[in-house]
């Protein structure tokens, strides 16, 4: 076995984390860490390990760093073991594995093994969730806010705040959830495959998620302040299936809008896509090193 640690020292609370990572590792002869001079970088670091034979590869970082490992695992033999390093690691948590360096390299290196389901839209891989429309415009104010402010979740959750008090636009969008369309005019839709962050939130579909299906959260179209008031009551397990959003859920999702391109975010990040949304599961797609039920850890 050839273990290589994938370190993203951008991630999540960066330097200081990334030390702790780089101490746990000392302790296990013959891992490997590569760290990623930019995030720009990252999946050329994935594929020069690939091509070398490494196995597990075990990513550092946060959901947007697993979720571009997950992205060049998905459907290889290859296992993906994980060392949370950023400000929620939903993905981390959802498999029960511990923040603590040394405990989440030992399940990386010598844990179980757990075929795990992912997500597409347009083909881009992601692991809890791929939304368009104002949790998009959320991401670009985070960013900003992060460079004044640092990475936590207070900050995190302010963005919210700022971007629904400033931008606001409903979308006219044709959904269509396996075969049966949909129109509707929303400020967001939001498609989720994270049973555990759906549940973490008290919102409805955990249920059909893990019966292997896809789950997409309409927001009502009720206008800037009442929409800023249900992200809130969402941050405290207040919001109500029909009333601040409606549920639909299906294994294949296709989003239409009249724009030619749009931003699509998926577990913290946001690129630019052309339409139509296509998001689809792949089940078991993707084999992940869990904490064995002994290790005491979960």
Same mark, same amino acid.
């Given at each position: 076995?050839? #273990?290589?640690?994938?370190?993203?020292?951008?991630? %999540?609370?960066?330097?200081?984390?990334?030390?702790?990572?780089?101490?746990?590792?000392?302790?296990?002869?013959?891992?490997?860490?590569?760290? =990623?001079?930019?995030?720009?970088?990252?999946?050329?670091?994935?594929?020069?390990?690939?091509?070398? %034979?490494?196995?597990?590869?075990?990513?550092?970082?946060?959901?947007?760093?697993?979720?571009?490992? #997950?992205?060049?695992?998905?459907? $290889?033999?290859?296992?993906?073991?994980?060392?949370?390093?950023? $400000?929620?690691?939903?993905?981390?948590?959802?498999?029960?594995?511990?923040?603590?360096?040394? +405990?989440?390299?030992?399940?990386?290196?010598?844990?179980?093994?757990?075929?795990?389901? =992912?997500?597409?839209?347009?083909?881009?891989?992601?692991?809890?969730?791929?939304?368009?429309?104002?949790?998009?415009?959320? *991401?670009? =104010?985070?960013?900003?806010?992060?460079?004044?402010?640092?990475?936590?979740? @207070?900050?995190?959750?302010?963005?919210?705040?700022?971007?629904?008090?400033?931008?606001?636009?409903?979308?006219?969008?044709?959904?269509?959830?396996?075969?049966?369309?949909?129109?509707?005019?929303?400020?967001?839709?939001?498609?989720?495959?994270?049973?555990? +962050?759906?549940? +973490?939130?008290?919102?409805?579909?955990?249920?059909? =998620?893990?019966? %292997?299906? @896809?789950?997409?959260?309409?927001?009502?179209?009720?206008?800037? *302040?009442? @929409? @800023?008031?249900? #992200?809130?009551?969402?941050?405290?397990?207040?919001?109500?299936?029909?009333?601040?959003?409606?549920? *639909? $859920?299906?294994?294949?999702?296709?989003?239409?809008?009249?724009?030619?391109?749009?931003?699509?975010?998926?577990?913290?990040?946001?690129?630019?896509?052309?339409?139509?949304?296509?998001?689809? *599961?792949?089940?078991?797609?993707?084999?992940?090193?869990?904490?064995?039920?002994?290790?005491?850890?979960?």
């Amino acid at each position: 076995m050839r #273990a290589c640690i994938i370190l993203n020292p951008a991630s %999540g609370r960066g330097d200081h984390r990334g030390d702790a990572i780089r101490a746990a590792a000392a302790k296990f002869p013959g891992v490997e860490i590569r760290e =990623v001079p930019s995030p720009s970088k990252l999946g050329d670091t994935v594929d020069t390990a690939l091509a070398e %034979g490494c196995d597990p590869i075990i990513a550092a970082g946060g959901d947007g760093t697993i979720g571009a490992l #997950a992205a060049a695992l998905a459907g $290889t033999d290859v296992a993906l073991g994980i060392l949370p390093m950023g $400000t929620f690691n939903y993905f981390a948590r959802s498999l029960g594995l511990p923040e603590d360096p040394e +405990q989440a390299l030992t399940a990386a290196l010598e844990g179980d093994t757990r075929a795990v389901s =992912v997500g597409e839209v347009n083909g881009r891989v992601f692991l809890n969730n791929a939304s368009l429309g104002a949790y998009a415009s959320v *991401l670009s =104010v985070r960013e900003s806010i992060y460079k004044n402010w640092g990475r936590s979740r @207070l900050a995190a959750y302010w963005s919210v705040i700022v971007a629904m008090t400033t931008i606001y636009k409903s979308l006219k969008m044709t959904i269509t959830v396996d075969g049966k369309t949909h129109r509707v005019k929303s400020p967001m839709a939001f498609v989720a495959i994270s049973a555990y +962050q759906l549940e +973490q939130f008290d919102l409805d579909g955990a249920d059909a =998620v893990s019966d %292997g299906k @896809l789950a997409l959260l309409v927001a009502r179209d009720v206008g800037r *302040l009442h @929409l @800023l008031w249900r #992200a809130v009551r969402i941050f405290f397990r207040g919001a109500r299936s029909g009333t601040d959003y409606v549920l *639909l $859920t299906g294994e294949d999702i296709t989003i239409e809008t009249k724009r030619s391109k749009r931003l699509i975010a998926h577990d913290g990040e946001k690129e630019r896509m052309p339409g139509p949304y296509r998001f689809h *599961l792949r089940k078991d797609a993707l084999t992940v090193r869990v904490p064995r039920p002994t290790d005491g850890v979960r």
